[in-house]
Every structure is written in structure tokens, then in C-alpha cells.
């Protein structure tokens, strides 16, 4: 145990950092970066209000969904040919010709369409991510790497030489109607891409001096690749990844439509298949929010993951960051004072008094 009488007054002990301090500076930060953009600070806004209302669909429905899942409105009690029910004030969203609420069914559709978006991009980062680790760290001619390396760009070639909606489409063809069919077919399009990002971040980083040097101290490939490459291509990848959410949920809702049945509706409620539903069986002339409001959430929610992977690329990116925080942070410069002293400096003779006899 030390002296404290011998303690050297020149080095005194830091005090530790409590981690919620850490913590709330963290998130100063950030809400200054989303404060200087306020396209991010919206999308960050809507991104998590809508979690919070798929989290509270599926904990607590009632709370959120006025007529339940069983969706027994009774608003009708005439024949199918009068069942003609706009927006009101009891129906926001209006109604349909099964007497179904249908802000409750797009509400009921959240966390399904949501859960779909973000486990379809999960999973396409993760076999996708993987891949292009390693067709891009092991990537030397004439070993194994090497040629496990081209085995997996060969195959990211083929399915990247067709649309991926088109390609999801075939495969649904081949696989037949479902909903896990569907995510099966978007999800066999979807890794490539994630494939050809990382790889080429990859190839970026592991020629950088502190790999280098790292190697050099005989420093495991293994810790390498984890600790100093993988650390350093996250930043490009959850950025693509948040972007990716809404494009998922767009190319799956109009798979959706598209193939009319694929998906069956109502139950499970699923905002592409309602759509699909509605557009066959109700003229959108006469029935236009049918197709409106669904349309309207699919368009919301996507354009919430866009705006926030677009303020996630400026909190991520270091030099970004800091000319946005200090663009907040900086004061108004004061106002100028009146140059007198420079005026008369530039213009002398103005204040000199004119020589007697000129």
C-alpha cells in the first residue's frame, strides 16, 4: 500500500470517469450533429416513434389499435353495394368493404413490415459482411484465400447481373405464394451488395501503416482482422445498413403487390398486400384512401431510415462531425466597430489640415 506522504505532487491520480458521464456526453454530441442537420434530427425523431409504436402494437395493442385484432367495427349494416366508408372522425384511415378499421390495420402491419425491413438487411449484413471479410482480407493470389476469394466474387457477380427485384420475382415464382417465401426471395437477392461493400473497404484498410505495423510485431491475422480491420469498415457499413431498411421494406412491399395472393391478406396484415388487395377489389376512384394511407406509411417509414442514415454518415465521419458541432456550438461573431483608425490610416490626407496658400 502507498504512502501518501510520498506520493509525488507532480503526477497526481486522474479522477475516474463515472461511464454515465461518458455516456451523456456521448449523446451531447450526437444531439448536436443531429441539431445541425435537421433532415437527420427529423429522421431521427420519426425513426423512433415509429419503433415505439411497433414495440407497443405487439406489448400492449390496446393501447394504440381502437378495435382489437378481431377488428369487429359493426359500421355496417347494409349490402356489400353501399359499403362506401371515407376517412372520419371515428375512422381516421377510413374503412373497408369487411368492415375493417384501416388505421388499426396499418398500425397491425407495423411491426410485421418492420420486423421483415430489419431482419432481411440483419441477415443480408451479416452473410454478406462476412463474405466480403474474408474474399477481402485472405484475398492472395495463389492460396487458398485466394481462391476461395474469387469462388465468392464469382458468385456475388452472378447475382448482381440481375435486378434484384426482378430476381426476387423469379424466385417467388419458383418458391410459390407466402410470406416466408417472399423474405426468402429478397433475402437470396439482398447479400451481395453487402459483399462488394465491405470487400472493398476491406482492401482500403489492410494496406494502411498500422496494419502494417501490426503485423510486424507478429500481431495474429486473426487479432487483425477483428480488431483493426473489421473496427474500421463498420462506419461505411451501419450507415448502408440504416439506409438499407427502407429499400428492403420497399422492394418487399412491392413484391407484395405485384403478384396479387402472394401475401395473404387480411391476416397477416401486411401494407403491400393490402395494397395489392384493395387494387383489385375496390376502384381506387371511389375508394382512394384504401391505397393512400398504405402507401403513405410504406413512403414515411422508408424516408425516416433514409434521413437517419444520412445524419448517421455525418455522426460517424470524424472531420464531419466537428465542423457540425462547431457550427452549433460557435457564438454570433460580434459586431464591428466603426474603422476609424484604418480609414484615416488608408486615406491620410482627409484628416491632415490643408497647408496655408493652396
Do not use: C
Amino acid at each position: 500500500m502507498a504512502d501518501p506522504e510520498h506520493t509525488s505532487p507532480e503526477s497526481p491520480a486522474r479522477p475516474r470517469t463515472r461511464p454515465w458521464v461518458s455516456v451523456a456526453r456521448a449523446l451531447r454530441g450526437f444531439y448536436r450533429v443531429l441539431r445541425a442537420n435537421v433532415l437527420s434530427f427529423v429522421g431521427f425523431v420519426l425513426v423512433v416513434a415509429i419503433v415505439t409504436v411497433a414495440i407497443v402494437v405487439v406489448l400492449a395493442p390496446h393501447l394504440l389499435v381502437p378495435y382489437g385484432a378481431t377488428q369487429e367495427t359493426g359500421v355496417y349494416s347494409g349490402p356489400p353495394t353501399l359499403l362506401r366508408w371515407p376517412p372520419s372522425f371515428a375512422h381516421p384511415f377510413g374503412t373497408d368493404g369487411a368492415s375493417l378499421d384501416l388505421y388499426s390495420e396499418i398500425l397491425l402491419a407495423l411491426p410485421l413490415d418492420l420486423g421483415i425491413a430489419l431482419a432481411i438487411a440483419g441477415f443480408a449484413l451479416l452473410a454478406g459482411g462476412s463474405l466480403g471479410l474474408i474474399a477481402g482480407f485472405f484475398d492472395r493470389p495463389g492460396s487458398v484465400g485466394g481462391y476461395t476469394s474469387a469462388f465468392i466474387l464469382r458468385t456475388t457477380d452472378v447475382f448482381l447481373a440481375f435486378p434484384s427485384l426482378l430476381l426476387g420475382l423469379a424466385i417467388v415464382a419458383a418458391l410459390g405464394p407466402g410470406l416466408w417465401q417472399v423474405m426468402v426471395a429478397v433475402l437470396l437477392t439482398w447479400w451481395p451488395y453487402y459483399v462488394r461493400l465491405v470487400r472493398g473497404e476491406v482492401l482500403a484498410v489492410k494496406h494502411l501503416p498500422y496494419v502494417t505495423a501490426a503485423r510486424a510485431a507478429g500481431v495474429s491475422e486473426r487479432r487483425i482482422l477483428l480488431r483493426h480491420v473489421l473496427r474500421n469498415v463498420l462506419e461505411p457499413v451501419v450507415v448502408y445498413f440504416t439506409l438499407d431498411i427502407g429499400t428492403v421494406l420497399v422492394t418487399f412491399s412491392t413484391i407484395a403487390f405485384v403478384i396479387p395472393g402472394v401475401v395473404s391478406y387480411p391476416r397477416p396484415p401486411e401494407w403491400g398486400s393490402m395494397l395489392s388487395f384493395f387494387n383489385l377489389n375496390y376502384p381506387i376512384s371511389q375508394y382512394w384512401w384504401e391505397v393512400l394511407f398504405p402507401s403513405l406509411a410504406i413512403f414515411v417509414t422508408a424516408l425516416a431510415f433514409s434521413l437517419l442514415g444520412d445524419g448517421l454518415r455525418d455522426v460517424l465521419d470524424p472531420r464531419t462531425r466537428r465542423a457540425l458541432v462547431e457550427s452549433v456550438a460557435a457564438p454570433n461573431p460580434p459586431p464591428e466597430a466603426p474603422e476609424l483608425a484604418g480609414t484615416a490610416a488608408a486615406n491620410p490626407s482627409e484628416g491632415a489640415s490643408m497647408p496655408e496658400g493652396s
